[in-house]
């Protein structure tokens, strides 16, 4: 079984520029997550999509970040423009339902390390 | 809201040697708790996790952890170290209806 794609493994942009991420979850999997890992932190989730809905955008900076998951499969995720402090990996993550009732697993992608000059 | 503590943010053993990572939650309800590894440029993995049952829960790679609802705790264990546990590891704590939140990681040394 394919796990979570992603990509690119690696960016590196300029201030103020645009930056956009794709991520292809786990064939069969409702629930679609966007980290973002901070250096020397764990993982903070930015958004949670069930299906092609958002369930949970709390912390997401929305002034200039933005995410779409079209068709229920892969989602995008862009930063518009960028901050020096937006350097971080951005990890996809999938599971199979997603509905937060029970402990279930959630599978990462290799992540997307982003550098912004 | 829910929180972990990862007690040590570098731990180093000796090859052969038992390994430790403290993990310490805070949540008013029935947590759900996870070890995740995470390797250099990669994403994360499952090591175990717990959910309801035995609180000794076992993972892949030989690792285990003990739920302690006393203590708040789920602490990882390995009897035997090996060069190849040397990652980063995290805690994790759910509950229902809320998002995954990771403590901020163990980085593993592993000494031959």
């Known amino acids: 079984e394919a796990g979570v794609a992603q990509s690119p493994r690696y960016k590196i942009i300029e201030k103020r520029q645009s930056v956009a991420f794709w991520c292809n979850p786990i064939s069969g999997h409702a629930t679609l997550y966007w980290y973002q890992q901070i250096l020397g932190q764990g993982p903070k989730l930015l958004i949670q999509?069930?299906?092609?809905?958002?369930?949970?955008d709390s912390q997401l900076p929305k002034d200039r970040f933005s995410a779409e998951r079209l068709k229920g499969v892969d989602s995008t995720l862009k930063i518009q423009p960028a901050k020096l402090e937006d350097s971080a990996v951005y990890l996809c993550?999938?599971?199979?339902?997603?509905?937060?009732?029970?402990?279930?697993?959630?599978?990462f992608g290799p992540g997307t390390r982003l550098l912004v000059l | 809201a829910q929180s972990v503590t990862q007690l040590g943010s570098h731990v180093s053993v000796s090859e052969g040697a038992l390994v430790l990572l403290r993990c310490n939650y805070s949540s008013s309800v029935p947590p759900y708790l996870f070890w995740y590894v995470q390797y250099p440029n990669q994403g994360l993995q499952l090591l175990l996790k717990?959910?309801?049952?035995?609180?000794l829960v076992k993972g892949i790679n030989g690792f285990e952890a003990e739920f302690k609802k006393s203590e708040t705790s789920f602490h990882l264990t390995k009897p035997s170290a090996h060069m190849s546990d040397a990652a980063e590891y995290f805690c994790a704590v759910k509950t229902s209806g809320s998002r995954l939140t990771f403590g901020e990681g163990t980085q593993l040394t592993v000494n031959p």
């Open positions: 717990y959910t309801t049952g035995a609180t």
């Open positions: 999509f069930q299906n092609n809905g958002v369930v949970d």
């Open positions: 993550a999938s599971s199979l339902v997603g509905i937060s009732t029970r402990g279930e697993t959630q599978y």
